[in-house]
């Protein structure tokens, strides 16, 4: 049984930070690169982070380019993102998402830059 359970949204003001977090079950989670996806509303869903299945490399959308850091924990099954910088247009709500399974999500974590 896949599960994606993402965690660790919330109300930030411009410029702070947030640390959201994937608990990923039901496939080899160290064999797969993971992504992190956000989706504000009435727009598309946008891919803003990758790494590989080791972790030893990563890539990232133009916006959040130097103030996104993806990683993860293969001992812990767990893949974090942390957000530092916040913008007002980083308000989102962000899933995690693996190769393994492209169409399968969780249910997100809303995160919200706002003063």
Wanted: glycine residues 14%; aromatic residues 14%.
């Amino acid at each position: 049984q896949v599960q994606l359970v993402e965690s660790g949204g919330g109300l930030v003001q411009p410029g702070g930070s947030l640390r959201l977090s994937c608990a990923v079950s039901g496939f080899r989670f160290s064999y797969y690169a993971m992504n992190w996806y956000r989706q504000a509303p009435g727009k598309e869903r946008e891919l803003v982070a990758y790494i590989t299945g080791g972790g030893g490399g990563t890539r990232y959308a133009d916006p959040v380019k130097g103030r996104f850091t993806i990683s993860r924990d293969n001992t812990k099954n767990t893949v974090y993102l942390q957000m530092n910088s916040l913008k007002p247009e980083d308000t989102a709500v962000y899933y995690c998402n693996s190769e393994y399974m492209k169409n399968f999500w969780g249910q997100g974590t809303q995160v919200t830059v706002s003063s």
